[in-house]
């Protein structure tokens, strides 16, 4: 690798308002190879900076500018399980049986249930389908829904999103009669549940390298082998053309950012080419739910993670679990509109019930780090918090605290909680091991998000597990302590064009990190504090351009006090670039990361 971190801070900031040191992303050789990239492909300087940035080989540019579907997608049988699973579905259609497609409650569950969904009835099938509701049901399947399920007539069960930990549940699915099949992404134990087939990157034997897909991906996937399979055993025809699977892209779009998969490879592709299906607005259901979010320009990765899926996961969290598969299964636009107002309305809901419980968790948090803001974990829990809302707070505290955080809701005897990790600690191993060590009623997931579900007698220990067992890795991941930049500019360098070429590099999220730009000794000529803990400000380079900029969240902490205890003064500033388009005219903004004392 010819990437390296300089030792040397960017432009001499070794301490900033977020207690980072920021460092330059490219060291020399680096360099050579962004230079490089500039001569052999004619594009600019910094895009191909940002590239080389992101460790792009030289020969890989072409591709990594344009990913696409058809180079990238491996061929369905890679995957271990998917002959057998795509075997069972093709019997299922043909054979005209009663299908039930059983998802999870969040945006992936939601896009991988309606995916299926939607195939399955395109091609001649009309499955039934089940979201579990969070307070009652919980995680994944169970038995009383699965026996509803049977009596209804299902023969074929599809876990998306969910069933690799699922044992029990689906040994009572085969003890009633009905064979399952699994698509699903979380981490699997080295024992899996009786099905058919069990399709999941993430289990011991699978050598797919498809870990980092999403559930909705994968069913993708599932999909492409399926309609492979039928087309090949003549079921489609004139009377019944088979399905343009590319028309589900902007689901697979949505769930991969969601879910904050990382945007490598396949996902970049599925992200890149599901935002041009997505700005179609083809999907009534998206469609409506982009209306009424006033979502105005085309759509881009930060609407798909902060504006479409905190809506469709609204429904989840608070309110009626199926809505947001109903509302991305809708073919009738006033129905859609419909579903969609109330998501809209849920959400609001849900913020203000966020908020009050992140109010007092946070309390809760400083009261148990101390004035010397001593542990490795941050564990709080609340009798009559919302289940529904626990992640987030997770999230909020995550980021408060700059160290991974649980919280815990509280009903009784027994509480279910979320987790949130950064960078370099493994959640969901240390909740697995919980598991094991009988620590947990249950628990799984990924590496930087995890669910579980404790009794009070056991919070004290479950505590003292996290800490002992995720120490070193904390210690080691809050010490690196950096800002990566990308570069310098000038505000009036930031426009739209340069912008727009910078995307060419993207969708950028998890695992392909967006550029992040200095703007070296910018006066800050206002900052104001606004809506819920926001800041808001405008920086001006030394030619008098200015640059609007904004930081959510940060009204109370170390960067919003720096920056509106900066009016009137020359600051380092360092942020990404967004367009903004308002009543048809597109601008550029800043969204403020980090600011430092220019030395």
């Not at 020399?28 to 940002?50: D, K, W």
């Not at 400083?366 to 626990?390: F, I, K, R, T």
Request: glycine residues 10%; hydrophobic residues 45%.
């Amino acid at each position: 690798m010819n990437i390296a971190l300089t030792n040397r801070p960017f432009l001499n900031v070794s301490r900033s308002a977020t207690d980072r040191t920021w460092r330059e992303r490219l060291d020399g050789r680096g360099a050579q190879t962004a230079l490089a990239m500039t001569q052999r492909y004619g594009i600019s300087e910094l895009l191909a900076r940002v590239l080389a940035g992101r460790e792009v080989a030289l020969d890989e540019v072409e591709t990594y500018l344009d990913p696409t579907i058809r180079t990238l997608l491996p061929d369905p049988d890679t995957l271990t399980d998917m002959a057998p699973a795509v075997a069972r579905l093709t019997r299922a259609v043909t054979g005209g049986e009663q299908v039930a497609v059983f998802g999870d409650y969040d945006v992936d569950g939601a896009c991988s249930t309606a995916l299926l969904v939607g195939v399955l009835r395109a091609a001649g099938l009309d499955p039934l389908f089940h979201i579990p509701d969070r307070i009652y049901e919980g995680y994944g399947p169970n038995v009383p829904a699965i026996e509803a399920l049977a009596a209804q007539g299902v023969t074929l069960l599809v876990t998306v999103d969910c069933g690799t930990t699922s044992a029990e549940p689906l040994a009572a699915a085969r003890r009633l009669g009905l064979d399952v099949v699994v698509i699903d992404h979380h981490q699997a134990n080295e024992a899996l549940p009786p099905a058919e087939a069990i399709v999941n990157p993430n289990r011991e034997d699978d050598l797919s390298g498809l870990g980092h897909v999403c559930a909705a991906g994968l069913t993708f996937i599932t999909a492409v082998g399926l309609v492979r399979a039928l087309r090949l055993a003549g079921h489609f025809g004139t009377g019944r053309p088979a399905p343009d699977l590319l028309e589900a892209l902007d689901l697979v779009a949505l769930a991969t950012v969601a879910d904050v998969v990382p945007l490598k490879g396949l996902n970049r592709a599925f992200v890149n080419k599901g935002l041009i299906t997505l700005r179609r607005r083809m999907r009534p259901g998206l469609t409506a739910l982009m209306d009424v979010a006033r979502l105005d320009g085309p759509p881009r990765p930060y609407h798909l993670g902060f504006i479409l899926g905190p809506r469709i996961n609204a429904g989840g969290r608070i309110g009626d679990a199926t809505l947001g598969t109903r509302l991305l299964l809708s073919t009738d636009p006033l129905e859609a509109k419909t579903i969609a107002i109330e998501l809209d309305r849920l959400n609001a809901e849900r913020q203000d019930v966020e908020r009050a419980i992140v109010a007092a968790a946070e309390l809760e948090a400083q009261a148990a780090l101390g004035l010397a803001d001593e542990g490795s974990v941050v564990v709080v829990s609340g009798d009559g918090w919302h289940p529904g809302v626990v992640g987030l707070v997770a999230s909020r505290l995550k980021e408060r605290f700059q160290r991974p955080a649980f919280a815990i809701a509280f009903n009784g005897a027994t509480g279910t909680g979320s987790g949130r990790s950064i960078a370099g600690v493994d959640l969901g191993r240390a909740v697995r091991e919980a598991v094991e060590l009988g620590l947990l009623v249950k628990g799984g997931g990924h590496a930087m998000a995890a669910g579980l579900t404790v009794e009070r007698t056991r919070l004290g220990e479950l505590r003292a597990h996290f800490e002992s067992r995720l120490a070193a890795d904390v210690t080691r991941g809050r010490a690196e302590g950096t800002l990566t930049l990308d570069g310098a500019l000038t505000a009036a360098a930031a426009t739209p064009r340069l912008v727009e070429s910078l995307a060419q590099a993207g969708p950028f999220g998890a695992g392909n990190a967006e550029p992040v730009f200095a703007f070296p000794n910018h006066k800050v000529t206002y900052a104001e504090s606004f809506g819920t803990g926001h800041v808001r400000a405008r920086i001006v380079s030394g030619d008098g351009t200015s640059l609007k900029a904004v930081a959510f969240r940060i009204a109370e902490e170390p960067l919003g006090r720096a920056l509106l205890a900066a009016r009137g003064r020359p600051m380092h500033v360092a942020g990404s670039l967004d367009l903004d388009t308002w009543q048809g005219e597109t601008r550029v903004s800043l969204r403020l990361k980090d600011v430092a004392e220019p030395m």
